[in-house]
């Protein structure tokens, strides 16, 4: 969700398009709803091409092999731990085209990336969550995109920051985020300006 939105924030013509979409499907009479998801192609494509540039868990996690086994002529013993770097294989140019521009119109049309696009993992124990994170991730983003304008802050208030006793961590500020520890460790996400 905070990728998402940094990268929508980022991206404005990306957000507009999305907003366009959720007027079309669903107006702005009503909140959106859980069945209007399938019907936003845009917006899933926007969900699928934040989890390709940064999945939840670059490397998935870590299994072992069963059986002795050569995988693209190397010799894999038993009880070997492996790493599936998904990070590698989301931003493989000879898969993806331009591969870290984010650019949602990437999966228009196609359900998934295929088998170089594994946020979830693949096969027997792939994550069996995939479906309801989709949902929900995609359903809260739609909701804050219908119900907010969404703008990035060029300068995050450090210096109040400061005064609240909070210390911000600067790489985030380039990415249009402002996060800050709070003095009790709670993490503090000053997104974003809101316009109601
Ligand atoms: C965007 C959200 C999520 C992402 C990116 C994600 C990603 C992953 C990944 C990469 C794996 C490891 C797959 C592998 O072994 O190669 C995994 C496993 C798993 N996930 Fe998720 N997950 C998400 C949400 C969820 C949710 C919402 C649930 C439950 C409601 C869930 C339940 C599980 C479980 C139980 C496993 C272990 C499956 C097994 O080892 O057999 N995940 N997930």
Redesign the pocket.
């Known amino acids: 969700m905070e990728w998402a939105l940094s990268l929508l924030v980022n991206h404005p013509k990306v957000l507009e398009k999305a907003r366009a979409e959720l007027d079309s499907y669903v107006g702005q009479d009503r909140l959106v709803y859980e069945t209007d998801i399938p019907k936003l192609q845009y917006l899933q494509s926007i969900v699928n091409e934040t ?1 390709r540039l940064y999945p ?2 670059p490397l ?2 870590p ?1 072992e092999s069963s059986d002795d086994s050569t995988v693209g002529g190397f010799d894999v013993p038993r009880g070997t731990m492996l790493l ?1 770097n998904a990070w590698a294989m989301h931003r493989d140019r000879a898969v993806w085209d331009d591969p870290t521009t984010f650019k949602p119109e990437r999966f228009e049309g196609r359900e998934n990336g295929g088998h170089n696009f594994v ?3 693949m096969g027997r ?6 479906g ?2 989709n949902r929900v ?1 995609a359903l809260a983003l739609a909701a804050m995109i219908q119900c907010f304008d969404w703008e990035r802050v060029s300068h995050c208030p450090a210096a109040a920051m400061r005064m609240l006793g909070c210390a911000p961590i600067d790489e985030m500020l380039d990415a249009g985020i402002c996060v800050s520890l709070g003095t009790d460790g709670a993490m503090v996400l000053q997104l974003i300006k809101i316009d109601l």
């Open positions: 989890l939840t868990a998935l996690v299994h599936v946020p979830f993992g124990r792939q994550c069996p969550g995939a309801l994170a991730v």
